[in-house]
Nanobody, 115 residues
């Protein structure tokens, strides 16, 4: 059974940076497309960064130029480097792994940006 464990969230001031990690286990990591989502209080979960089949990454307009997705297949881990954080980035951030009909979620990590 695939498991995803996020870490790295916390409280940061506006303009600061955080790096989230998502550790993958229980499957063949290289076979899964990975993505990051977030869900702010009272809002729907939104996709913010996802890998494409061509090896690039698509970002939501709200984070483009500030967030960077990366993947380390040797560590079965994906990362989300978040710079120039804004109060509107406050949310629970979730890691997602997908392969054909299989979808897995992590438990989420809270990011709070104070203004």
């Amino acid at each position: 059974q695939v498991q995803l464990v996020e870490s790295g969230g916390g409280l940061v001031q506006a303009g600061g940076s955080l790096r989230l990690s998502c550790a993958f286990s229980g499957g063949i990591f290289s076979r899964y497309a990975m993505a990051w989502y977030r869900q702010a209080s009272g809002k729907q979960r939104e996709l913010i960064a996802t890998e494409t089949s061509g090896g690039t990454t698509n970002y939501a307009d709200s984070v483009k130029g500030r967030f960077t997705f990366s993947r380390d297949n040797s560590k079965n881990t994906v990362y989300l480097q978040m710079n120039s954080l804004k109060s509107e980035d406050t949310a629970v951030y979730y890691c997602h792994a997908g392969m054909v009909y299989f979808n897995y979620w992590g438990q989420g990590t809270q990011v709070t940006v104070s203004s």
